[in-house]
Every structure is written in structure tokens, then in C-alpha cells.
């Protein structure tokens, strides 16, 4: 007798298992001589080793067509049970700008030329800075990088952080506790992983630290490991800020850098530490730059003009 625990990451167990366990049922049948009871957010089998095990099998198969495609149909466990190969074979053949699935099938994925760098960049460095203006997917793309790391299990945790730069004497004034001073600050990260993650699988990640979300002052005196971290709005960090921020990586974390030269809030005689990061990391081996501009602009397709029009008028001024 063999006895297996399996957890069902980043999947909602009703839409995993079925409307009223359907998909459940159909497993069920298919291995009568086996136990198979679910709770929660885990699967518990028990049984013959040999059934056990290849049960296992494929229940990762169906896992990985729930993670690239947000669902999984009765006919999707049926294919599989009945040996008809995995239901994500039978997908067409997934294009290499898909970064991950999220919940009910939404699409996330690199849609311009630069983001694809980034894509790339993070793959092969240590830390990415990725610099433009508002509205061209850095925070986006990055937080779904490392949620596909973390579904990889290429780390352990998600760490985000931000600079609130009206915090000091501001913060004070806001209502609440420390968390709810902070969480306006931080609500763009928060944004992005529910578009996603499973509400409650992100509730969970949140409540257990598997995914952090914190004001940057909270990383002085940390190693991070086994981690992906994003700095966002690193235009906001003083040049102590974000050195402090950049050593703090350990050999196993990988950095992603983002902000928007153009959107400095630090007051007019402190000096964006983002601008001399890249005075002095051009050529530094492992860390990248990627450069967004308005052909990156994801949003309503009037941010695009409204950036030129800045720029127009900057030049003008200068």
C-alpha cells in the first residue's frame, strides 16, 4: 500500500476538480481499487503502488494543462484517462511570447519587441533593469516572470517592493495600521497578481510569505535567497536606497529593476539613485538593461500620444 499526498498549486480546486467534483468522479472511476480523497487544496491517494504511482502521473499531466490553459474539461481528463495522450498535446503548439496562463484562461505574454527582450534578459542575468515610461508592461511583464518562477519552482517566493516615497511624515496621517498606510503605495503589485493567481491561492501565498509585498525600507539587513525580487518605481529610491536594495541579493535570487526616468518624485535636490545605476552598471557583467518607449505602450492607445506630447514639450523647454 502506498499512500501520496498531492498538492494542487496554483490551481482552484472547484475549477481543477470540476463542478460538483466532476472531473474528480471520472478519476475515480477509471481507478476504482483506489482511495482518493480531496481536501482543500490537496489530493490524498492511497493504494497499490504501481495505480498509485501512475495515477500520479497523470494528475501532473492534468496540473500542467491547468496551468497553461486556466481550465480543464471533462473531456480534457477523459482524453487523457482513456490514453489518448495529454490534453496539452493536443493544444496548438504554445508561442514562445506566452509567459503563463492565468486564472480562467487569460493570456499573459510579452507583447512588443522590448518586452520580449526582457523576457530574455531575465533568463540569462542576475538583475534587469528595465527603464521606461508608464503604461509599457515593466511592472507587468516582471511580476510574471517571477510567477512563473515560482510555479517552476525555479524559487521559493515572489518578493515585491516599492519606495513610498511620500511616506516619512506623510504616512502618518493616512488611517490604519502600518499595512494599511502602506498598501495604496503597493496596490499596482497586487494589481498585477491577481490577474494571475487564484484569489485564494493568493491569499495564501500572501498570508504565508511564499509571496512578499513590502515597502523597500523593510529589506535593509536581509539576504534574499531562492527568491525573485522587483523593485518597482526604483526612480523613487535615493542612491543609498537602491544600493541598499542591490545588495541584498543572495547567490540563488535573481533582481528586476523598473522605473520611469521621466517620473521622478524625489524632491528636487535628491538624486535618483535608478539614474546612476545606469551611469555605473552599463558594463557590468550580469546585470542588463532593457529600454521601453511609447511602442511599448500597452494601454488605452492614447498613453502612447500623451507620452510623445511630454516629450515634445521637454525638448521644447530644455
Known amino acids: 500500500m502506498k499512500e501520496l499526498v498531492l498538492p494542487i498549486e496554483?490551481?482552484?480546486?472547484?475549477?481543477?476538480?470540476?463542478?460538483?467534483?466532476?472531473?474528480?468522479?471520472?478519476?475515480r472511476k477509471k481507478f476504482p481499487g483506489l482511495k482518493i480523497v480531496s481536501r482543500g487544496t490537496e489530493l490524498k491517494i492511497i493504494g497499490d503502488e504501481t495505480q498509485v504511482v501512475r495515477l500520479q502521473h497523470i494528475l501532473d499531466k492534468l496540473l500542467d494543462h491547468f496551468d497553461r490553459n486556466g481550465r480543464l474539461s471533462n473531456e480534457d481528463v477523459n482524453r487523457l484517462l482513456n490514453g489518448n495522450g495529454s490534453p496539452a498535446d493536443a493544444q496548438p503548439k504554445e508561442r514562445s511570447d506566452v509567459i503563463l496562463y492565468g486564472p480562467n484562461g487569460v493570456v499573459v505574454k510579452a507583447r512588443t519587441p522590448n518586452q520580449v527582450k526582457l523576457v530574455d534578459a531575465v533568463e540569462h542575468n542576475d538583475i534587469v533593469f528595465a527603464i521606461g515610461p508608464a503604461g509599457t508592461g515593466k511592472t507587468y511583464t516582471a511580476v510574471a516572470l517571477a510567477v512563473r518562477a515560482l510555479k517552476n519552482k525555479e524559487v521559493r517566493k515572489i518578493i515585491l517592493t516599492r519606495p513610498a516615497v511620500e511616506a516619512g511624515e506623510n504616512l502618518g496621517f493616512l488611517p490604519g495600521d502600518l499595512r494599511e498606510k502602506i498598501d495604496p503605495y503597493l496596490r499596482p503589485l497586487y494589481d498585477a497578481l491577481y490577474d494571475m493567481i487564484p484569489a485564494d491561492k493568493l491569499r495564501t501565498f500572501l498570508e504565508n510569505n511564499i509571496i512578499e509585498?513590502?515597502?523597500l525600507a523593510f529589506m535593509r539587513g536581509r539576504t534574499l535567497n531562492d527568491a525573485m525580487v522587483?523593485?518597482?518605481?526604483?526612480?523613487?529610491?535615493?542612491e543609498n536606497q537602491l544600493k541598499m536594495f542591490l545588495t541584498r541579493i543572495?547567490?540563488?535570487?535573481?533582481?528586476?529593476?523598473t522605473g520611469d526616468i521621466t517620473q521622478i518624485d524625489l524632491p528636487r535636490?535628491?538624486?535618483?539613485?535608478?539614474?546612476?545605476?545606469?551611469?555605473?552598471?552599463?558594463?557590468?557583467?550580469?546585470?542588463?538593461?532593457?529600454?521601453?518607449?511609447?511602442?511599448?505602450?500597452?494601454?488605452?492607445?492614447?498613453?502612447?500620444?500623451?507620452?510623445?506630447a511630454y516629450e515634445k514639450h521637454s525638448k521644447k523647454t530644455d
Open 10 to 27: 496554483f490551481a482552484n480546486p472547484v475549477d481543477f476538480f470540476g463542478i460538483n467534483d466532476s472531473n474528480l468522479e471520472l478519476i
Open 213 to 215: 509585498v513590502a515597502p
Open 230 to 238: 522587483i523593485l518597482d518605481e526604483a526612480q523613487n529610491a535615493t
Open 250 to 257: 543572495g547567490p540563488t535570487a535573481r533582481f528586476i529593476v
Open 269 to 308: 535636490l535628491q538624486p535618483s539613485g535608478l539614474l546612476q545605476a545606469v551611469r555605473i552598471f552599463k558594463s557590468l557583467k550580469g546585470i542588463d538593461f532593457v529600454w521601453l518607449d511609447d511602442t511599448d505602450v500597452v494601454r488605452h492607445d492614447i498613453v502612447r500620444h500623451i507620452i510623445r
